[in-house]
């Protein structure tokens, strides 16, 4: 490297009053030697132009014609500032590098710019990234490729998008010689895995060498609880915490420019409503961000958050990410951010001038969660962050990837199974496995074997091939991994788009409702196809619209720390502002059962006009406990016939069953038995019907069924097959497809933690297990007792069953 | 009929009918079935959607049974026989054709459906004769649509009625019905690529449901 470039880079630097940070040299340096990495830090800026000027520097004032740098992020959304952050020292020293954008948001146009004469680095996602993969006029220019910058790489890396970006790694890898990758990312509990992830193995065998390097050094974060007064009545269950509204204004009115996150999307609608409704002088100022709604008015409100002319934007993680919003200067948290990692991510959105705090004030949504909030500071202190656990061999994403390949122009299939096997998570794929795989994604495997004409793919001398040019654009249409819902385009009459909410929710409204959507009260004119057209109303709001998959549940980390405050203050400690707001609440719960001890497993039982309830505490979080919650009916309903329905929270679960379970009987049966687990999980999943959701994902990533877009997109639907009558037809009729295998294992695996499940079963059956007859609900049984949306499970003969049960009728009917 | 038939014996319009848990209406040797849906499987497979094979001839295969327990000396398929001219689609046809050369003796008839429209010539090629819709059969006209048509009955299809039932501690079931009103009786979808669409019933409506291959007066059951 001249000194001259160092020396101008170094001036640049200064010019904007910067220095540059050690890690940023440590950067230079390792990429100068050739070297891949990951480099992370908690918050803060400097990761961009750490991995940018090192890939500026190698070619300084001539980077030549052709692709140099690829950079991957993982929101579209992301794309045009980070291609702005990319361009700023470009265009301030005057250099000749030319820097581009390939979304799925580009237009036809622009996309034929970039295949024609790729800009010297191209800013893309991962599925536009291997939508440039499969266009087999595209592939030669990767050939120049010596930088692939993965932004964000912790959003991405326990994601089936994680696992489609390092098949696409891979890809690059055996096209460009000598390429190297370096991730950007928050700081992990497993930084090591993230590390070794990216980097994948080398063709010996051997794990691929990535330098770690870490960031600046970490920020100071202010983690404090906005608590109700102390005569105003407190919400046991209750889904939102509204009443702080009134501290929340406050809060909001003391900082200059905030974030106001939410966890779901209704909450960020409900909580937009309610405070421009508290702070009408704020008119104009306050905004909306979230996924659902239009790039229009997302935009917007990442507009007036950069200037400033936002005083406080409502938002959902889809801001959790990207650049830096300078005005930023506090940021409040409603509900309970359900990890460490998250808490401090948003925590870090606000306070970026050189030595400022970042604060973030938490609003707790229910009792209970000022616990979380507590145990999430005492987390952060101590500097235990979650990690994510990449994921492994998922059959869906490799189908998916195959068919790209086939076509990008083919490939050769034991090549490929090479190729595929040096990224870490096909590294130890099987060759059956393999073969299955190569067979769908070939022929539509064994399903579709009588039908030579659906082959997707064709042999040409050991070559396979896409059959055709229609085949190829179905399927770069179908790349990606995000599935959502069906869902409905909201317009006003006049074609102004507001975003887009699922269809089940619009199926539920009659022309002239009106409903919460895009901060507006809105009411349904008519409902055509996929469009909804609305007009603005003045009435109140009688809906919000859910959408699917918003609850986080509540991380491993978290919910160790969450034991560890309630223990202590059985014990009478109650050393935080949360804590002690608690106490009068704890003291009820230990009045009316007991207040769990760390070593304690506490189950509660109650018979109510409703039934018989069973409340189980285990405190590991919601994921495990739909999956304990499921196994424990299952084991209870293998003692007798049984239905139960269930719910579930992030501190325990509750079976709820028409007549009394014996509960003892299981308990001397082995209840908490490791014997025959998975057996029991398996079973038990399927009478919950978990694994025919997971199916309808994996269906539409593998290509087995196609949603379509735009036009076609309507004419798929006439197709009208739910995924669980899929998934049916598949256990039936095509029993050996590892699609559906690969359902339940994702069930068992993601969905219940079956290893994280197995640990609590070890550890519950070392807790000392106190069964208490309660004859009130309990305020650690309020939320279960009121919660609506449950699973069921039952052992009856369906028969006895319909016996049993009441037919719904019209409400009204009088004739 | 023995007490572990899957059948139930009934009187809608004072006629009595015999419900068959394999979504089948039988009425003095007639059989009537509604919502077929032939070549559901194979329109899938034409918009790249790897769906087995196999669903056609389970299908069949059950058509064979209820022709067989019920001697049935005539079917009706009340509409939707085919989802669309993909049941044209070479082995879904050739099947159907094989099919009905093993029943060549048992008239088929059927009313066509909305689903119809575009496969009727298969119809004529398979060898089902095509009725009216809304066409007089002793007490009943047979329609593909519910319908309040006078002078008779009306047996249909094409609503894929199914209930739920609720018990207690909030215990939920959907199931496929026989769906009975005064004046029209609709039948549950027989093919196996259906879904079902849940209906409220009112008052003085019947409702038989499938559950499993057992089938209930619910509304009896609910009674008593």
């Known amino acids: 490297m001249s000194p001259e470039v160092d020396e101008r880079i170094a ?297 400033g002319t936002l005083r406080a934007v409502i938002s959902t993680s889809s801001l959790d990410l990207g650049v830096d919003f300078a005005p930023v200067d506090g940021v409040v948290q409603i509900g309970s951010p359900k990890g460490v990692a998250r808490l401090l991510q948003r925590a870090g959105r606000s306070g970026h001038q050189p030595g400022a705090v970042s604060r973030i004030a938490c609003v707790p949504a229910n009792t209970f969660e000022l616990v979380e909030i507590a145990a999430s500071r005492d987390l952060a202190e101590e500097g235990v962050i979650e990690p994510r656990v990449p994921l492994r061999a998922p059959l869906d994403v490799l189908c998916q990837h195959l068919v790209t390949v086939a076509a990008s122009g083919g490939f050769h299939p034991e090549i490929l199974q090479n190729e595929v096997m040096l990224t870490h998570a096909y590294h130890t794929l099987s060759p059956d496995e393999w073969a299955w795989a190569l067979d769908f994604a070939a022929h539509g495997g064994r399903a579709l074997r009588a039908y030579p004409e659906y082959a997707r793919m064709v042999d040409d001398a050991g070559w396979l091939k896409l059959r055709d040019d229609a085949t190829a654009k179905r399927h770069r249409l179908a790349i990606g991994t995000i599935t959502s819902d069906a869902s409905i385009e909201v317009r006003f009459a006049n074609g102004a788009r507001l975003g887009a909410v699922e269809e089940s929710f619009v199926a539920r409204l009659r022309p002239g409702d009106r409903f919460l959507f895009a901060g507006r009260c809105l009411e349904l004119v008519r409902v055509r196809e996929l469009r909804a057209t609305v007009r603005a109303s003045r009435g109140r709001p009688t809906g919000v619209p859910r959408w699917m998959g918003g609850r986080m549940p509540l991380s491993s980390c978290l919910s160790s720390g969450v034991r560890r405050r309630l223990d202590r203050a059985r014990e009478g400690v109650l050393d935080s502002p949360e804590m002690e707001r608690l106490g009068r609440i704890l003291a009820v719960q230990a009045k009316l059962s007991r207040l769990p001890g760390e070593g304690d497993f506490l189950i509660e039982r109650l018979a109510s006009r409703e039934g018989h309830h069973i409340f189980f505490y285990p405190f590991e979080g919601r994921l495990v406990h739909e999956g304990l919650a499921a196994l424990f009916a299952f084991r209870l309903a293998r003692v007798e016939p049984l239905t139960f329905s269930l719910a579930v929270n992030d501190y325990g679960f509750e079976l709820l069953s028409a007549r009394e379970a014996p509960l003892d009987v299981a308990l001397a049966a082995g209840l908490f038995a490791d014997d025959g687990l998975t057996e029991d999980i398996l079973g038990s999943i399927h009478s919950a019907e978990l694994a025919k959701r997971r199916f309808r994902e994996i269906a539409r990533v593998a290509g087995l069924v196609t949603e379509g877009v735009g036009r076609a997109r309507k004419s798929t639907r006439q197709l009208m097959v739910s995924s669980s009558l899929l998934f049916d037809v598949f256990q039936r009729y095509d029993p050996e497809n590892l699609l559906a295998a690969q359902a339940t294992r994702e069930v068992l695996e993601s969905q219940l933690e079956q290893t994280r499940l197995r640990q609590t079963l070890g550890e519950l059956r070392s807790r000392r297990c106190e069964i208490i007859r309660i004859e009130e609900v309990t305020p650690l049984a309020y939320p279960l007792f009121v919660e609506r949306l449950r699973e069921r499970l039952s052992s009856e003969a369906l028969a006895d069953r319909v016996r049993r049960m009441e037919l719904v009728m019209e409400r009204h009917a009088r004739r | 009929m023995p007490a572990d038939s899957p059948c139930l014996a009934a009187t809608i319009a004072g006629e009595p009918v015999v419900f068959d848990a394999d979504h089948a209406l039988v009425w003095h040797r007639q059989l009537f079935v509604a919502d077929t849906h032939f070549g559901k499987d194979a329109l899938g497979r034409a918009r790249d959607a790897a769906i087995p094979e196999g669903t056609t001839d389970s299908d069949l295969a059950r058509l064979d049974q209820l022709i067989e327990r019920h001697t049935a000396e005539q079917l009706t398929i009340l509409g939707d026989v085919f989802h669309s001219e993909h049941a044209a689609e070479p082995r879904t046809l050739a099947r159907l054709k094989i099919w009905r050369t093993t029943h060549a003796e048992l008239p088929i008839r059927m009313v066509a459906g909305n689903h119809d429209r575009r496969a009727l010539h298969l119809a004529e090629e398979i060898g089902i004769e095509r009725l009216d819709d809304g066409f007089a059969l002793g007490p009943w006209r047979l329609c593909h649509e519910p319908s309040d048509l006078p002078g008779g009955h009306v047996l249909c299809g094409h609503v894929h009625p199914g209930v739920r039932l609720r018990g207690t501690g909030r215990e939920s079931l959907r199931l496929p019905v026989f769906f009975s009103s005064p004046g029209c009786t609709i039948l549950p979808a027989f093919g196996a690529m259906t879904g079902l669409h849940i209906l409220r019933p009112r008052p003085l409506d019947q409702v038989f449901a499938v559950a499993g291959d057992r089938i209930f007066d619910l509304r009896r059951s609910s009674h008593t």
């Not at chain 1, 265009?91 to 996309?111: A, C, F, K």
């Not at chain 1, 991405?156 to 991730?183: D, F, P, Q």
């Not at chain 1, 204004?249 to 409503?273: D, G, M, Y």
Request: with cysteine.
């Open chain 1, 11 to 307: 001036a640049w630097f200064a010019g904007r009053g910067w220095q540059i940070f050690p890690f940023q040299r440590e950067v230079w340096d390792a990429y100068a030697r050739g070297e891949s990495g990951l480099l992370h830090c908690s918050t803060g800026a400097g990761k961009t132009l750490a991995v940018w000027m090192a890939a500026l520097r190698e070619k300084f004032s001539d980077p030549g014609p052709g692709l140099r740098a690829l950079w991957v992020t993982p929101l579209r959304a992301l794309a045009a500032d980070t291609e702005a952050a990319l361009m700023a020292p470009v265009s301030e020293m005057r250099l000749p590098w030319t820097v581009g954008r390939r979304t799925g948001d580009t237009s036809t146009h622009n996309r034929k710019k970039i295949a024609l004469a790729p800009p010297n680095a191209l800013v893309t996602t991962p599925e536009s990234l291997c939508v440039l993969l499969s266009q087999p006029d595209f592939l030669p220019h990767f050939a120049s490729v010596r930088l692939v910058v993965v932004d964000e790489w912790h959003e991405l890396l326990a994601t089936k998008r994680g696992v489609l970006t390092e098949l696409a790694l891979a890809r690059v890898r055996a096209i460009a010689a000598g390429v190297r990758v370096w991730g950007l990312s928050a700081t992990l509990g497993n930084t090591d895995e993230a590390a070794a992830a990216l980097g994948g193995f080398l063709p010996d065998g051997s794990t691929a060498p990535m330098r770690i390097v870490s960031g600046a050094a970490r920020k100071q974060i202010e983690i404090e609880s906005l608590l109700p007064d102390e005569a105003q009545r407190f919400p046991w269950g209750g889904h939102l915490g509204l009443d702080l509204l009134p501290k929340v204004v406050e809060r909001l009115r003391a900082h200059k420019t905030s974030i106001v996150f939410t966890n779901t999307r209704s909450q960020a609608e409900l909580w937009f409503e309610a405070l421009s409704r508290a702070m009408p002088d704020w008119a104009g100022q306050l905004g909306l961000h979230h996924g659902s709604l239009s790039n229009d008015v997302r935009r917007a409100a990442e507009e007036g958050l950069r200037t």
